[in-house]
């Protein structure tokens, strides 16, 4: 049952190459949901053949053994050992066959990993280490080999065979059964291996490449969703488009498959022409998908794609490398949204994700550098450092070397390793090679875990006309690394007049110079820079653009924030000051509350706000980013011991402010967007309904929100509109909310991925009553424990966005999530251990919280048999 039973550490200093090639391998399925035969034929050769017969060591889990010929030499007892998850051929000459073949019982599969069944059809996940679940072989990622598969399956059951790469032939067998093959030219890890069978219906297009290809486009889904393909389809098309025009990439086979599936542990999944997908990430209609999941299914369908050539085309050496394909393809996916939709809001969206998501871990149990040095189940190091830092460490290197720099970088990474498994080490040489350039001291950012911290300080001399701006860095120690180096840090600049002029920053010593943006590359602990000619004392507008992932300190007085918030040409400097505001007001009354004083209102906020609001030239999706108060766990990371009800109490009372003191405003925005035209899907009226939204959860802390809410709900033609009535009126706890509720799951009942939405919104909302809310739900019809959507839409939702809920001060959502990770782990570790990751954070909170976590911790802990996956989770949590 469990990836790695012996619980042992895997190190990254460890890694010894394969001492085989894998010349081809052969795969025959005879499938069926109870048991599919898996014959597999292969044939190794070895790399050094100096030293005679050698042993074959191979990965294999939960499989039943039928037989094993070496040769075409059937093998006994004494020519292998079975130890665990490894079969040791022993003493196999220097070219072999293998052949086996093995028993597999999809339909008992649970933790959705190897073959396993989803509804009616059969699928596969295999990254990382699901292949050895299919069949022995050397499951890891720089094993790669030419794949041939043939799938025999009843006809009528199993209409629909597909593997990699292209059908080669198909025929009829005897009792209404039937065969297809697929051949992959393109040598590939096990982890890139994929197959399909079942009655699955076919939305189908094309794509012409630059040179002439024409592509065969087929998205593969269950009858009843055939109509809600076709912005999965045309993100499709565009991602291919975009990676042509921008990085100069062409797809390379003549089919690219796309499956959506409702069971699946994650996003999706980049099988080498044969992604597949979870189905919140390809289906979408209007009435069912909201404006967030379009722009996720445009990102994730772009992601996937992506990885043809950052993943699959040029792979990982060894799972420590993960931010190799992981880190570069998520900067591709943000880059290709940012290119298709607003640049700005994309920007902000993705840096408020990452000190959301990722500055808590590298504060937490789970602390690792992006290229980790250990671990025990790799499964757990699919994390937001990985992705999402790994993400910002890549589009750093572009800061750095510029977009020309960094395509020549990309150009020589493929030149030199296509077809190859490399290292992180291969991705900096070549962007070093390409560019002429030393990077030798940035690459610390791959083994230093940790955020950086800036602390910036200033001195304006009025009689010299020279301002000094001193940084100092530091990244405080964590969980798993006690010193710390100073790191490259991107500097992006700009010294703002008061009235909002930016001035040339010319440093001393300097010839003329009138940029009035510059970059800047820190490198040391502490830097000065002092800057000559300056009028009067400015404004720093500091790490434009996000520059570098760091927390940024610079005690900004209000009148400053409102220049920046009001003045500057960096869109994410301006949103961060309009967030700065904003969380210094509700952290300054949740103080007040917590000293027993009454809360008040900042005047200064409620007028930075109306000027944002009455900006009428600003695009209106940066509009609603800047208004969105931070949310409560960006605030809880602010204090020292968490205040979890005081912010809360602090942050609901600084938007019924707002809200009233700018009600005017508010309503007049909101009736202009509420126009009553009829639902379009293009990037202006997806941003005009954020902003709409926005005003309108802002106007339900007001006496006429109510009713505007329940109008909208009557009159929406779309998912985005629906959703944010009816969320507003629980929130609110209005009389409303029920009827809201029970007319949405009268109509939606059917319907899985809508039915998510309706638990999340009863999941997250505030309160000591949800959890027992929840705890119903878990018996509605549309629950289930095995799929993970809908453990992330009630049990993950109610645990990790539901502050007040999951921090009840009795302990009973602590409670409840601990026997929900308890319950999982025998159905899906992987899940379960995700689960289990809302408890990492404890050491954050008062005493009678601390006591009561680390119980739970150590209740899940103590459980028997209990997943390698949780408990590798659990035991840093409470180490
Ligand atoms: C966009 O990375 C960003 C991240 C692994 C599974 C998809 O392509 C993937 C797979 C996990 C977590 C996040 C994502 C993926 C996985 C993902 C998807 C889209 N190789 Br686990
Ligand atoms: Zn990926």
């Known amino acids: ?330 900067f591709r996916d943000e880059e290709f949204s940012a290119d298709m939709q607003s640049r700005a809001v994309k920007r902000i969206q993705v840096i408020r994700d990452l000190r959301i998501r990722q500055f808590p871990e590298d504060d937490g149990p789970m602390a690792h550098p992006i290229r980790p040095d250990q671990y025990v189940e790799i499964n757990n190091f699919y994390t937001a450092t990985v992705y999402q830092k790994g993400a910002a460490i890549i589009r750093m290197y572009h800061t750095l070397l510029g977009e020309s720099g960094f395509q020549k970088g990309m150009k020589l990474y493929f030149a030199r390793h296509d077809g190859q498994a490399v290292s992180c080490d291969d991705f900096l040489a070549a962007m070093e090679d390409a560019n002429n350039t030393s990077l030798e001291r940035f690459a610390r950012w791959y083994s230093q875990s940790g955020t950086p911290q800036v602390t910036v300080t200033d001195h304006y001399d009025a009689t010299a006309r020279t301002y000094t701006l001193t940084l100092e860095q530091s990244t405080p120690r964590t969980s798993d690394q006690l010193e710390k180096q100073p790191l490259v840090l991107p500097f992006e600049l700009a010294l703002l007049t008061a009235a909002g002029d930016e001035l040339p920053l010319q440093l001393e010593g300097e010839a003329g110079n009138a940029a009035t943006s510059r970059l800047l590359i820190v490198e040391d602990a502490r830097q000065e820079y002092i800057f000559t000619n300056i009028p009067e004392a400015p404004v720093p507008s500091l790490f434009r653009d996000f520059s570098a992932p760091v927390k940024i300190y610079y005690d900004y007085s209000k009148q400053q924030l409102a220049t920046l918030i009001k003045h500057d040409s960096d869109a994410y400097v301006r949103w961060d000051a309009a967030q700065r505001m904003s969380a210094n007001a509700i952290l300054e009354q949740c103080q007040r509350r917590a000293d027993g004083l009454v809360m008040q209102l900042d005047a200064d906020l409620v007028e930075a706000f109306r000027g944002v609001l009455s900006d009428q030239q600003a695009d209106p999706a940066l509009l609603a980013e800047a208004i969105t108060l931070p949310d409560e766990d960006y605030l809880a990371d602010q204090m020292k011991v968490v205040d979890v009800d005081g912010i809360h109490a602090a942050r609901l009372f600084i938007r019924k402010g707002l809200a009233v003191g700018l009600e005017t405003l508010f309503a007049d925005h909101y009736a202009g967007l509420n126009d009553g035209a009829a639902y379009q899907k293009s990037a202006l009226a997806m941003a005009r309904r954020s902003l709409k939204n926005i005003c309108l959860s802002y106007l339900l802390e007001t006496e006429s929100g109510e009713a505007l809410a329940t109008s909208q709900i009557q009159f929406s033609d779309n998912m985005t509109d629906t959703l944010a009535a009816i969320r507003g009126l629980i929130f609110i706890d209005s009389t409303q909310a029920d009827t809201a509720l029970s007319d949405f799951e009268r109509k939606w009942i059917d319907d899985t991925l809508v039915m998510d939405k309706w638990f999340i919104m009863q999941a997250i909302k505030p309160g000591l009553n949800t959890v027992n809310k929840v705890r119903d739900l878990m018996q509605h019809p549309a629950f289930s424990i095995k799929n993970p959507n809908k453990v992330r839409a009630l049990i993950g939702v109610f645990a990790m966005l539901n502050p007040t809920g999951f921090h009840a001060a009795d302990g009973s959502g602590y409670k409840f999530h601990a026997d929900r990770v308890i319950e999982l782990d025998p159905i899906n570790p992987q899940i379960a251990a995700r689960m289990a990751a809302a408890f990492n954070r404890w050491k954050r909170y008062d005493e009678g919280r601390k006591v009561l976590m680390k119980a739970e911790l150590q209740r899940i802990s103590s459980v028997a048999m209990l997943s390698g996956d949780v408990t590798e989770i659990v035991a840093k949590a409470l180490r």
């Open 1 to 330: 049952m469990k990836q790695n039973e012996a619980g042992d550490v895997i190190y990254r200093k460890n890694y010894t190459a394969y001492p085989w090639n894998v010349k081809h391998l052969d795969l025959h399925f005879d499938i069926g949901a109870e048991t599919t035969t898996v014959h597999a034929q292969m044939e190794f050769q070895q790399k050094n053949d100096d030293h005679g017969p050698q042993d074959i060591v191979l990965n294999g889990s939960d499989l039943q053994l039928v037989s094993l010929k070496l040769n075409d030499r059937i093998l006994g007892k004494d020519d292998y050992i079975v130890d665990g998850e490894q079969l040791t051929i022993r003493d196999a000459p220097a070219k072999s066959v293998l052949k086996t073949e093995v028993l597999i019982h999809p339909a008992a599969n649970t933790a959705l990993e190897g073959l396993y069944l989803s509804g009616e059809f059969l699928l596969t996940q295999c990254e990382a280490q699901g292949f050895r679940k299919i069949t022995w072989f050397p499951d890891r990622p720089d094993v790669m080999t030419t794949y041939r598969v043939t799938l025999e399956a009843d006809k009528s059951e199993f209409p629909v065979l597909l593997s990699n790469g292209n059908e080669t032939n198909r025929g009829d067998l005897p009792d209404q059964r039937h065969w297809v093959s697929w051949e992959d030219p393109f040598p590939k890890p096990a982890y890139l291996f994929a197959l399909v069978a079942g009655d699955l219906a076919l939305v189908q297009d094309h794509f012409t490449t630059r040179s002439g290809r024409v592509v065969t486009l087929k998205i593969y889904v269950e009858a009843e969703n055939l109509d809600r393909c076709e912005h999965a389809m045309e993100s499709l098309i565009n991602a291919m488009r975009w990676d042509e025009d921008r990085f100069d990439l062409e797809y390379d086979l003549d089919v690219y498959h796309i499956i959506a599936t409702n069971d699946f542990n994650m996003g999706a999944m980049e099988n080498k022409s044969l992604n597949i997908f979870n189905s919140k990430y390809v289906l979408a209609r209007p009435d069912t998908a909201t404006d967030v999941d379009y722009q996720g299914i445009e990102g994730v369908i772009g992601h996937e794609y992506f990885h043809n050539w950052t993943g699959n085309r040029v792979t990982c050496q060894d799972w420590f490398q993960l931010t190799l394909k992981e880190g570069l393809t998520v």
